[in-house]
């Protein structure tokens, strides 16, 4: 770790490393010494887990830990952030996909534990589907932790420019850099689906930890907009700056706007 520093928050915390590797083995830490924490007080470990390119290495170095040094997963149950509407959890493009590929298949999580959107249904269903996914996480208690990735449009989730800081789990018109960004896991910009289902932004700043993972300079502007712009709905994460919770973990490209 290069140092923490909270200049330009006045209540969260900002640890820098000086590359992805080391940051994303050191996030994939914190959450192992919270499932451990919470497995040594006979108590599952809730945890709002998210997708993309930004976990991978985080994921990776989690089956790691299972594999090579004991790290159960059977206290945990897991809250997915958001999934593309509709998309069958079979297709490769799907983040049920994901998360098989990536952790799932990998680790001694239960499967009655995991939770995903599932979008495979049909439009009438959607506002009840979303009402009982956030009664989900409420009975167990809310999520003790929420990893985050970041959008280069400041979204956290799906929950795009525009979505207020109260909302819940939704359906969401998914934001034109968002599906340009997906492009090429969908191989054609046509194919990137215009909806998805997120939890909301009221959902995940009740987490009791959030750990936001930023890499790599393509997210350098949107890290220095997030952390020191105004709060505004206009930049979802933004609102993270007021929460004592957050911290954000960056490698030296994500953070190089933000250092003298
Ligand atoms: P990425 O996406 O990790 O693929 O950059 C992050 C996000 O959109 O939250």
Sequence with gaps: MLNSFNKYS????????????Q????????????IRQQQEQ????VLGLATGNTPKRVYQELVRLHQNEGLSFHNVISFNLDE??????????S????????????????SHNIHIPHTDFPPHRI???????????????????????IGRNGHIGFNEPGSTFDSTTRLVNLHSLTRQDAQTHFGTIDNVPL????????????AKKILLLALGERKSEIISKALKGEISTQVPASILQTLSQVEYILDRDAAALIQD
Excluded at 127 to 149: H, N, R, T
């Design 127 to 149: 506002l009840q589907y979303c009402k009982d996914y956030e009664d989900k996480i409420v009975s167990f208690g809310g999520l003790d932790l929420q990893l985050l990735g």
């Design 23 to 34: 940051a994303s083995v050191y996030v994939a830490q914190q959450i192992a010494e919270l």
């Design 10 to 21: 006045k209540v969260n915390s900002i640890t820098l490393h000086s590359d992805a590797e």
């Design 95 to 110: 983040y049920t996909y994901f998360m098989r590929k990536y952790l799932f298949s990998h680790i001694d999580i239960k």
């Design 84 to 93: 593309y509407y509709p998309i069958c959890p079979d297709n490769d493009q």
């Design 42 to 45: 006979g108590k599952p470990a």
């Design 195 to 206: 909806q998805a289902i997120s939890i909301g932004i009221q959902t995940i700043i009740q």
